[in-house]
């Protein structure tokens, strides 16, 4: 998704890679639903290069989105930049499995882990 401020010739634009996917696919409500809505968790891939063998993705909270945008517009407002490209995101990833092992750990209850093999079908 991105999102684009602009006032005159000034220019900032704020990339954040996000989709909307139905059903859910995003890992965090996923594991939330785990409790009575889903049997399992799908985890899809072991074999990536980190330490615990699961991709790892950059997790970053609606508010600090919301404060990310409020600090575009204000430094646009006065003038601080002109043109600016801001990638949104904590700086720091969490693999699959460590998500995971948090929920375990703050729910005390263990997760139901299927690892399975994602095919996508290209329609050329």
Do not use: W
Request: contains cysteine.
């Amino acid at each position: 998704m991105n999102f684009v401020v602009m006032l005159q010739e000034y220019i900032i634009l704020l990339r954040l890679v996000n989709k909307q996917y139905h059903p859910e696919t995003y890992l965090i409500p996923l594991i939330l639903k785990h409790y009575g809505e889903r049997e399992k968790i799908s985890v899809f891939g072991t074999d990536c290069d980190t330490g615990d063998g699961t991709c790892i993705r950059d997790y970053i909270h609606v508010t600090d989105l919301a404060e990310a945008h409020i600090k575009a517009l204000d430094a646009l407002l006065t003038c601080k930049v002109d043109t600016a490209l801001y990638n949104l995101g904590n700086g720091k990833g969490y693999s699959v499995k460590e998500v995971i092992e948090t929920r375990e750990t703050v729910t005390g209850r263990n997760a139901t882990i299927q690892v399975d093999v994602l095919v996508i079908l290209l329609d050329l």
